[in-house]
Each structure stands twice: as structure tokens, then as C-alpha cells.
């Protein structure tokens, strides 16, 4: 079982003739996870590694059933793109790109929100059930199919949390990467929460980091009862210190109220499973699945 993409959501790449949207494309072909569709205005009736490119979104639903959308184009004409994702209900939308502008962002949210349309992102990696689907430029082989979700602000740390659980003899049923920017769609306890509603998770293992609110709120949801599943939660940045960024925008903490400690303590206090090192997680998760 996963949540939010599985076997039958079809694909779509905004931007696939880019460099990047080239290479995910190969990326996700190569592991059997081939896009439907893509779309690049003006460059309609081409095609990119054996998938047919289309100059508009509606095209390509029309003529593919594509269903779900990957957004990989520049900055300049990220508002456009995903704007016609969203008006053509692609569900969800995911944005790679990092760098956007607060305001874009939240106008972008706004507008999902308004069409009921799932975002994920700015700056996500994207999103992936093993054996089933993936949306984004994650490496395949370092995720196995199983029972418990990964929730991550960082991308490479999802894939090293999904490695350690694999080595652990733990699969999962999705891990998505939320994104690392201060604004962003869909967040750590709502994507927390479509795994708690998931029959086939049985825990899931967060990836969280200095600033934004996100971990405090989701420590309120399983000190209400609202998530009940074991959550393993790792926090990195405990070394940052106050007031200076910390790798992603979203990572920044001006005092103790959003440091690590501080998210460390209240995680721990609402009953998660707090680890100090990363390479923690998949044995304490194997002894939690018992």
C-alpha cells in the first residue's frame, strides 16, 4: 500500500527537454518507472528517451491520462508551469526547483489549495513507493518495498534513511521529501498523517532539521492521539548555530525555540522514538516492528 502516488498514477515532466528533466527521465526509465508524457511549449511532437513531449499540459492529459506532475523548469517560468498543472488537476504537483521566491510560493499554495491539489515542494526531491511509482530524481536502488513511510526535509537524507532501513531488512511504503524551504505544500505532519491513515504503514521515521514549526506541530498530533504508529524522528543541526541558515532556507533557528535540542526534547516528550545518530534508525525501527 502507499499514499499519495502508487501503480497507477501516470506521469508527466514539465521541462523534460531540459538537461535535468532529460536525465530524470532516463533516471526513472531505466528502473521501470517511465513518464506517460512530457511538456516543453514549442517543442510538441518530439519526444524525449521513447516519451511523447507536448507543448501544453492539456495536451498531454488529453492524449496520455497522464494524472500526476513533476515540475522541473527554471525559475523564470516556474509560476507558469505550475499554475497549468494545477488548473489542469495533475495530482500532485511536485516542485524540484529551489530558489523561489517567498511570495511565489505562497501564491502557488494558494492556488492548490483552492483547486484541491496536493503540492509537494519547492526544493523536494520528490516522492517514491517502491515498486510502484516514482515522481522525482531519487535513486531507485536504495529504496525497497515495505511497511513504513519516510517523511524527510532533506533529499539525500531520505535516501540515506531509506539505505539504512533496507540494511536493516526494512522496506517502505513511501517516502516523500517534503522539501526544504520555509514555505512549502504539503508538510511534515500532514504527510505524517496520510501515513498514520495508511492500512499497510505500520511506523514511520521522519527526517527534521533547525527552524520552520513543522515538528513541533507534529509532536501536538501524537501527544493528542491523533498519530498512533510508532514515529522514529531524527533531527539534524543540533551543531548550527542560532541565527545562520543551515543548509536548506527553511533551516534556520534564531534562538532555542526551533533548534534541534528544542525539537529533540518535545518529539521525545510526545512519545516519538528520538535517535541521536541517523545510522540509529533502522535497527531501533526493526526492534519497534518487533
Do not use: W
Not at 510538441?44 to 513531449?53: A, F, N, Q
Not at 501527544?223 to 536548506?248: E, L, N
Request: proline residues 6%; negative net charge; aromatic residues 4%.
Amino acid at each position: 500500500m502507499s499514499f499519495l502516488v502508487d501503480r497507477n498514477t501516470r506521469v508527466l515532466i514539465q521541462g523534460i527537454t531540459g538537461q535535468l528533466g532529460v536525465y530524470v527521465t532516463e533516471l526513472m526509465s531505466r528502473a521501470g518507472y517511465q513518464p506517460v508524457a512530457g511538456v516543453t511549449p514549442g517543442r510538441g511532437g518530439t519526444s524525449v528517451g521513447g516519451v511523447p513531449v507536448f507543448d501544453t499540459v492539456a495536451e498531454a492529459a488529453d492524449q496520455t491520462g497522464c494524472t500526476a506532475s513533476l515540475v522541473l523548469v527554471p525559475p523564470a517560468g516556474l509560476r507558469d508551469a505550475a499554475l497549468e498543472a494545477i488548473h489542469e488537476r495533475m495530482d500532485p504537483v511536485t516542485l524540484m526547483v529551489d530558489g523561489v521566491p517567498l511570495n511565489l510560493s505562497i501564491e502557488l499554495l494558494s492556488k492548490a489549495r483552492e483547486s484541491a491539489v496536493t503540492l509537494i515542494g519547492p526544493n523536494s526531491p520528490g516522492i517514491i513507493s517502491p515498486g510502484q511509482c516514482l515522481l522525482g530524481a531519487l535513486d531507485p536502488s536504495r529504496f525497497r518495498p515495505g511497511e513504513v513511510a519516510v517523511v524527510s526535509r532533506s533529499g539525500g537524507m531520505m535516501s540515506t534513511i531509506a539505505d539504512n532501513l533496507a540494511r536493516a531488512g526494512i522496506g517502505t511504503s513511501t517516502c516523500i521529501g517534503i522539501g526544504g524551504d520555509s514555505v512549502i505544500g504539503i508538510d511534515m505532519p500532514t504527510a505524517v498523517t496520510l501515513a498514520e491513515k495508511d492500512p499497510d504503514t505500520r511506523a514511520i521515521v521522519i527526517f527534521g532539521e533547525i527552524g520552520t514549526t513543522q515538528e513541533e506541530r507534529l509532536a501536538e498530533l501524537i501527544r493528542k492521539g491523533q498519530v498512533g504508529k510508532p514515529v522514529v524522528a531524527y533531527i539534524a543541526g543540533a551543531a548550527a548555530p542560532a541565527g545562520i541558515r543551515y543548509s536548506h532556507a527553511g533551516a534556520q533557528a534564531d534562538g532555542p525555540a526551533g533548534s534541534a535540542q528544542a525539537k529533540m526534547a518535545t518529539l521525545a516528550e510526545a512519545g516519538a522514538h528520538v535517535v541521536e545518530r541517523y545510522v540509529s534508525v533502522g535497527q531501533l525501527t526493526r526492534e519497534l516492528l518487533g
